[in-house]
């Protein structure tokens, strides 16, 4: 059975959040899923589109 980690924090963070969230929270699942013998793991990585910083219309 699959198990997805797909959190992240909405828009824009600091880093600190950002490492916290996105690396270690998959060290997280990655260990989990080593623990549990599941054979097999998807990574799945989405854009990141920031808005802060629009230069165009």
Request: hydrophobic share 35%; proline share 16%.
């Amino acid at each position: 059975m699959p198990v997805p980690h797909l959190g992240g924090p909405p828009g824009e963070a600091p880093l600190v959040d950002l490492l916290d969230v996105n690396v270690l929270g998959t060290h997280h699942v990655l260990e989990a899923a080593r623990r549990a013998t599941v054979p097999r793991t998807v990574p799945r990585v989405t854009g990141f589109h920031p808005t802060a910083h629009r230069t165009g219309p």
